[in-house]
């Protein structure tokens, strides 16, 4: 079943609120996962709960559409939930529900939600904007510390509906597809995407639109960079390309990608291309990285660099020096092992491997420069295989999965070069035990072979263990 759409061409009475200023700060925060100036901030308002509704059904209804949001199969959300802040801002009606005009129904809400929203569709929810601005202002979240990048409002009603402008997303709360009424929404007032179903039978005739999912050529090449996409994890979406007939009113003159998406039926995923414009306008608020070393300056044997992504498991990071790739660099930290005295150049490139972008792929990743002045050539420590700094059972296990290979190098445990992994380098690794480049910690002496019992014991456990997973 569609939603309507809340149409450009809707007519909103500028009122002027009183708004009295709460320096408390009246929202409850429900995400946190890092600062607002590098992070989605969402934001919930909710019409048509009273007050002894809020902790209970408001708060359920909240909580349901996060849930859903980034615990289902909602792509892309799952994938970028640790980008997003979420918080509630606790609005208190008199009484529950959302006006149905026609049916003479008419409730006294904080928000004035209204089935019917302008004389549209039934379906069309929506409520006063300039009342849940003034909620929000008076919430706190409006204050210089905050950049609220979603709005979503919350009726409690269960009649289905819902309404996207570009600041605000509405939905019913108590509607059995409210949270996917809520996404589609947010198509709109996030990606700004248009509708896709139609209902009407004209031709359009316009320029091109703005919005990512339609256009006006009939070869799609507007997303080319998705024709004859198939989703492998939802083939049920079938082959991107050009499909006529969307933005509500057209059945000619306009095509969308796919046969049905989010944005034409609201229990569909997004589609590919959607899925993208969704992705893009994350990162067009959002940078991979949420801090790095500071680069102003010549640093002069530094022992290691470092950069924080938002999200290691979404964010790939890959260094190079002298704009040469290191290629078993792959950490958050670097350490310049082996480089010739001088200056050198190293780079940080922190990117988004996702393959549901394909275009502006500039716009997923973040580079980070120093210029370093090397005087002492930074060893690594015997012993430390993956260079990653440290001597600890990682090394161990390296070593132990190429125990007496007769062509290895140090990254397979070969630590005195001499091309044969032997019990002089298990020696090696076990004087450096726990040895931490970034802190210089060395091991004493006496307790050399009780290390050296330990990391022995390491590597054959770990070897045993493999080869038994192995069988
Ligand atoms: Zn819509």
Not at 102 to 129: C, V, W
Not at 144 to 153: C, D
Not at 229 to 251: L, R
Not at 412 to 418: A, C, N, R, S
Request: glycine letters at 8%; hydrophobic letters at 40%; a negative charge.
């Amino acid at each position: 079943m569609p939603c309507n759409n809340y149409r450009s061409s809707l007519l909103v009475t500028a009122i002027l609120w009183q708004v009295s200023l709460s320096a408390s700060g009246a929202y409850v925060t429900i995400l946190n996962n890092g600062p607002s100036s590098n992070r989605i901030d969402m934001v919930f308002l909710g019409d048509g709960y009273t007050e002894s509704q809020i902790d209970t059904v408001y708060a359920d209804h909240v909580q349901s559409t996060i849930d859903n949001f980034f615990g289902g199969t909602e792509d892309p959300f799952p994938r970028y939930q640790n980008f997003f802040n979420v918080y509630r801002v606790d609005v208190i009606s008199n009484e529950s529900g959302a006006d149905r005009p026609p049916d003479g129904i008419m409730r006294d809400t904080a928000l004035d939600a209204s089935y019917y929203y302008n004389s549209g569709p039934q379906e069309l929810l929506f409520i006063n904007k300039y009342k849940a601005d003034a909620k929000l202002l008076e919430s706190g979240l409006l204050d210089p510390q905050f950049s609220i990048e979603m709005r979503l409002v919350t009726v409690n009603d269960t009649l289905y509906g819902g309404g996207g402008s570009s600041s605000y997303a509405a939905f019913a709360g108590g509607s059995v597809s409210s949270w996917q009424i809520a996404l589609h929404e947010l198509g709109h007032s996030f990606a700004g995407l248009v509708d896709e179903y139609v209902v009407g039978s004209q031709t359009y005739t316009s320029y091109e639109p703005q919005a990512a999912n339609v256009t006006t050529s009939s070869t799609g090449e507007k997303w080319s960079q998705w024709l004859g996409y198939t989703d492998p994890d939802h083939p049920e979406m079938g082959v991107i390309g050009a499909y006529e007939g969307a933005m509500v009113d057209y059945s000619h003159g306009v095509y969308r990608p796919s046969t049905s998406s989010k944005m034409r039926s609201v229990n569909r995923p997004f589609d590919a291309v959607g899925r993208e414009e969704i992705i893009l306008d994350i990162y067009s608020h959002v940078d991979p990285l949420d801090a790095a070393l500071d680069n102003s300056t010549t640093l002069v044997d530094p022992t290691s660099l470092w950069v924080d992504t938002i999200d290691a498991d979404v964010i790939q990071v890959q260094w190079f020096v002298d704009d040469e790739l290191v290629t078993h660099a792959t950490d958050e930290i670097f350490h310049p092992f082996n480089l010739s005295p001088g200056e050198h150049e190293i780079k940080a490139r922190a990117y988004d491997d996702t393959p549901w972008v394909r275009r502006d792929l500039e716009q997923l990743e973040q580079w980070v420069t120093w210029n370093i002045d090397v005087n002492t050539v930074l060893e690594p420590f015997h012993g430390d295989a993956n260079l990653d700094g440290i001597v600890d059972d990682e090394d161990a296990v390296i070593l132990a999965a190429n125990w007496q290979n007769d062509n290895a190098d140090w990254f397979q445990g070969d630590f005195d070069g001499d091309g044969v992994v032997t019990d002089i380098d298990v020696t090696l690794l076990a004087v450096n035990w726990q040895r931490d480049i970034t802190s210089m910690v060395s091991v004493p002496e006496p307790g050399m072979l009780v290390l050296l019992f330990a990391a022995w014991l390491i590597a054959v456990q770990r070897s045993r263990g493999r080869n038994r997973e192995c069988l």
